[in-house]
């Protein structure tokens, strides 16, 4: 590959990646991130069709988001596995972290 089709090909790359990863994101979305020993989970939760500026809207919100952590830190409903210190500490990172941008979306949509 010549020098000229290099510097063309990263210059595309350049400008193509940014792109493709915002076309995934939504204004709206809240990212929860689990981390339980070595693995990390990730999840995308949709809040478009709550009005948060009301309490409603925000307990909705934040049940999605509590039902998305404990998901992504490995908790299965009607299991008799009892919860474990990773678990805890999983679930509490991925909630705070849930909930500073649920009220950061908040404060931009009041």
Known sequence: MSNKTLVALTAA???????AAMAG????????DGHAGTETRSLSV???DLNLASSHGMRRADSRLVRASKQVCGYV????IPVTNDYRECFGT?????RSDL???AQRQS
């Open 13 to 19: 790359l350049a400008l193509a990646l940014p792109g």
């Open 25 to 32: 994101s939504n204004d709206m979305d809240v990212v929860v």
């Open 46 to 48: 949709s809040l478009a």
């Open 77 to 80: 409903n009607g299991s008799v």
């Open 94 to 98: 991925a909630i705070e972290g849930a």
């Open 103 to 105: 009220n950061s979306l």
